[in-house]
């Protein structure tokens, strides 16, 4: 029996192409949009479908695995997976998949240290300066910004992005300091990376505070007014992990306050909402979710997804399976 799969948007053709080479029938919903939970349900449902392919955007909980039976695995194209209920899944029996591939750690932390540097050397503020023509003449004083030669990185997370950040920053003639819940022993070897017991130490210590860490119950707003508090007056915090890690509403009164030095956002707690607060701020550079918008890190996570489902329907453990 030929194998239906649902694509919940177009993404690479790679992907895709993977999928009908194996003589699959695949579905790609061709709105313009990120589809609703009843959309989903309803495709899934109406089309027998046996595979999904779902993106960070979709929330897949109890609800959907009920109104679509026959569904028995769902391939994110993501590094993350906190949009899928793992525990519905597991009792139901349902495969889950994440596509966490090197390009994408490669591309996330690029636009990490491209925050970094845009908010070092305030090129976003300069921009709007010279585009509204108020670019009279040298000035010995203005858009003094912050080097990040020789200044200290703190990691909250040293996974495989946090680990090429290290890297990155490393080749700037950063110091870096890391904390997750485990001792990562390459990116000490090949980072001169200094383990840090707490996020505490990284806090106080840091020049910039960097978060790759996944969503979970443990770290939704792991950085919150007292964290923020215990940072330097002049840190930067970048997030480009998940924004329900950082609680938005203390971080805004942490940038009003100068208790920051500034923020450079790609996700947001209440995504895409974004409060006008934050907008208005000067000391905050805010990009849509872009971290992993790249060439290559998206032909790779289409490749992934698609070689995960492949794997589940020939009978081999999919290799990126996810458990709680
Ligand atoms: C993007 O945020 C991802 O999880 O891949």
Redesign the pocket.
């Known amino acids: 029996m030929t194998n239906k799969i649902f694509v919940t948007r177009k993404i690479p053709e790679i992907g895709i192409q993977m999928l009908r080479d194996r003589g699959y029938v695949v579905d790609v919903y061709s709105k313009e949009k990120i589809p609703s939970q009843r959309e989903i349900m309803a495709f899934l449902r109406k089309g027998g479908y046996d595979a999904a392919l779902t993106l ?1 955007t979709d929330k897949i909980d109890a609800r959907v695995f009920d109104a679509a039976p026959s569904v028995k695995m769902y391939a994110n194209y ?3 997976f906190d949009n899928i209920d793992l525990v519905e899944a597991k009792k139901r029996n349902i495969t889950i998949t ?2 966490p591939g090197d390009r ?1 750690a490669e591309a ?1 932390a690029e636009h990490t240290i491209a925050l970094m540097l845009a908010l070092a050397a305030r090129i976003v503020e300069a921009d709007e300066f010279v585009r509204r023509k108020k670019y009279k003449g040298w000035v010995p004083m203005n858009f003094i910004g912050m080097d990040v030669f020789e200044k200290t990185l703190g990691l909250i997370g040293a996974g495989r992005i946090g680990e090429r950040v290290a890297f990155y920053a490393k080749g700037l003639g950063m110091k870096v300091f890391y904390y997750d819940v485990q001792r990562n022993q390459k990116i000490e070897t090949d980072c001169g990376a200094i383990y840090c017991a707490t996020p505490e130490e990284i806090l106080r210590q840091s020049d910039v505070v960097s978060l790759h860490v996944p969503l979970m119950d443990s770290t939704r707003h792991l950085i919150n007014t007292d964290r923020l508090r215990m940072m330097k007056p002049t840190a930067y915090l970048i997030n480009t992990s ?1 924004g329900p890690v950082v609680d938005e509403g203390a971080l805004e009164s942490a940038l009003k306050s100068g208790t920051i030095g500034g923020a450079g956002l790609d ?1 947001f707690e209440f995504e895409p909402a974004i409060s006008s607060g934050l907008r208005k701020l000067q000391n905050v550079i805010l990009t849509p ?1 872009i ?2 918008a790249s060439v290559r890190a998206r032909d790779q ?1 289409a490749e992934i997804a698609a070689q995960n489902i492949i794997d589940f329907f020939e009978g081999r453990i999919p290799r990126n399976v996810v458990h709680k």
């Open positions: 960070l993501a590094t993350g994440n596509a994408t996330v998940r996700v979710h971290g992993s996570m």
